[in-house]
Every structure is written in C-alpha cells, then in structure tokens.
C-alpha cells in the first residue's frame, strides 16, 4: 500500500501526520512506525500521528513515539495535528478533538496554535524537582549552565531510575531567564534522546515553577531549542485549570511511502 503523509514540525518537534479516516495504517505494526521515524533509514520525526474519525467530536488523535509504541498525549503534536485538520478542511479555526488523555479544545489564530491541556490537580514536589502529568509524565529539575547540560546522559539516568524505572518519565531541565521566562531543555521517552522541544514539558515546566514560587505569572514564556512557546493559565485553590499551549505549526513537506 502506498501512504501519503506529511511532516510537520512545532518548534522543532516533528512528526509524521497521515489521514486515517479510512482506517488504512495497521496501528499494531510498531516495527513499521518505528521505521518510519527513524532518521536514517525512514522519514525521520519524534513522532507518527494518525487523524481519524470520531461520532462525537471533529477528530480523533492517535499517537505513537518514535519507537512504535502507542503514546502518552503529545502537546507539540496535538498543535501539529490541529494545522493538520484545517490543512485537510475537517476544521476551520476552531476544533474539539479527542485524544488519549481525553478532551482538547483548540483554536487557530494568525497561524499561531492555540492547544486547551488537561486541568492539573497535584503537582509532586520533592527536594531537587517536581513531578506532574500534563497529559504525559514529567520530572522538573532546575539546573544551573543549561546550555552545556548533558541532557542526554541525565535524562536517561532519572527516566530509568527510582521511582520511575520501565514505566519511565520525561525529564525536563530548567534555568530562569526571566520573572516571567525559562530555557527548557527535554529528554523525552520512547525517543530516548533530547528533543527540541516538548509540549507537555514545556507546561508542566510552567505550572511546576508557578507553584514553586519561581514566577507569579500566569503567563509564562518557555525558550526550548527549537524556539518559543507559551503556556498560560489559571492559578486555583485545587489546582490549575485553563492551560493553553501555544505556539507555532507547520507542514514541512509532503510525500509518498509503501507502508
């Protein structure tokens, strides 16, 4: 079967986006996806994503890390995917789309993705670092000389250690900018390497520093590798709710590959 997709990028997180609707892509072949995001012998992408139908909303998202894995919510690919769906005329510029952790609202405004997170009710601190889902698991750790930083090398080291082990959590590095800004640098699950840029990171980075008292905005800028993105939000008694992700997504490019 020959497949079309299209690869997307979100400040430089990029994925592998195929209409599904047909129901055509065998989502138990986790060889095959897993080949396809490989950088080297496939498209290469941190991710696969498929847009299906859904009775109840304007589309399903589906996806998969880029080792062929079904997945966790992916903040960065459900922007991706929003660009996607008006790309394809399913949506104009404002959608309901169900994913893995549940459902999302979206809007699209001057190109820039708006992306409604699921509302947070507990965020773990512990001496050196904070732990949430954002859709995904997050650890939080503050370091000083992010940009030298061996993510890579401590980023396995606490994805694979206590008390995360198999299961594993994203790991996120942060250094303050700002009152109002951090640097953010991701090593991420099930691509097992540093990514340029990570969605759910990026807001569970944003929540953890509002509740450690690191910023008192509810507005805050998140620098990653890849470029910038914001996450706003409201502060609560209980938690935090309306949490938007925002931040650019575009189609880089448009092919054919025998599935």
Same mark, same amino acid.
């Given at each position: 079967?020959?497949?079309?997709?299209?690869?997307?990028?979100?400040?430089?997180?990029?994925?592998?986006?195929?209409?599904?609707?047909?129901? !055509?892509?065998? %989502?138990?072949? /986790? %060889?095959?996806?897993?080949?396809?995001?490989?950088?080297?012998?496939?498209?290469?992408?941190?991710?696969?994503?498929?847009?299906?139908?859904?009775?109840? #909303?304007?589309?399903?998202?589906?996806?998969?890390?880029?080792?062929?894995?079904?997945?966790?919510?992916?903040?960065? =690919?459900?922007?991706?995917? #929003?660009?996607?769906?008006?790309?394809?005329?399913?949506?104009?510029?404002?959608?309901?789309?169900?994913?893995?952790?549940?459902? $999302?609202?979206?809007?699209?405004?001057?190109?820039?993705? $708006?992306?409604?997170?699921?509302?947070?009710?507990?965020?773990?601190?512990?001496?050196?670092?904070?732990?949430?889902?954002?859709?995904?698991? $997050? $650890?939080?750790?503050?370091?000083?000389?992010?940009? !030298?930083?061996?993510?890579?090398?401590?980023?396995?080291?606490?994805?694979?250690?206590?008390?995360?082990?198999?299961?594993?959590?994203? #790991?996120?590095? #942060?250094?303050?900018?700002?009152?109002?800004?951090?640097?953010?640098?991701?090593?991420?699950? =099930?691509?097992?390497?540093?990514?340029?840029?990570?969605? /759910?990171?990026?807001?569970?980075?944003?929540?953890?520093?509002?509740?450690?008292?690191?910023?008192?905005?509810?507005?805050?800028?998140?620098?990653?590798?890849?470029?910038?993105?914001?996450? /706003?939000?409201?502060?609560?008694? !209980?938690?935090?709710?309306?949490?938007?992700?925002?931040?650019?997504?575009?189609?880089?490019?448009?092919?054919?590959?025998?599935?």
């Amino acid at each position: 079967m020959i497949m079309t997709f299209y690869k997307y990028q979100g400040t430089g997180n990029d994925f592998v986006i195929v209409d599904n609707r047909l129901q !055509n892509i065998d %989502k138990t072949d /986790t %060889k095959r996806i897993a080949e396809i995001c490989d950088r080297r012998f496939g498209i290469g992408a941190d991710g696969f994503i498929l847009l299906e139908n859904d009775k109840d #909303v304007d589309f399903k998202m589906v996806y998969f890390n880029a080792d062929g894995n079904e997945s966790s919510m992916c903040g960065n =690919g459900g922007r991706c995917i #929003v660009a996607f769906a008006k790309f394809l005329g399913v949506i104009e510029n404002y959608t309901e789309f169900i994913a893995i952790d549940g459902l $999302h609202k979206a809007k699209i405004e001057n190109g820039t993705v $708006h992306l409604q997170m699921q509302d947070i009710s507990e965020i773990e601190a512990y001496d050196n670092h904070q732990f949430l889902d954002t859709g995904s698991p $997050h $650890h939080v750790e503050m370091v000083s000389g992010l940009s !030298n930083f061996e993510v890579k090398a401590n980023g396995a080291k606490i994805r694979y250690g206590q008390p995360y082990n198999e299961k594993g959590s994203n #790991v996120n590095f #942060v250094e303050q900018l700002s009152a109002e800004s951090f640097a953010v640098r991701t090593y991420e699950r =099930g691509v097992e390497d540093e990514t340029f840029s990570c969605g /759910t990171g990026v807001t569970a980075v944003a929540l953890a520093m509002h509740k450690s008292g690191k910023t008192k905005s509810n507005a805050v800028s998140l620098k990653t590798p890849g470029g910038i993105l914001k996450v /706003t939000f409201n502060s609560e008694e !209980n938690g935090y709710n309306n949490i938007w992700l925002v931040g650019p997504a575009k189609q880089v490019f448009k092919g054919e590959l025998e599935w």
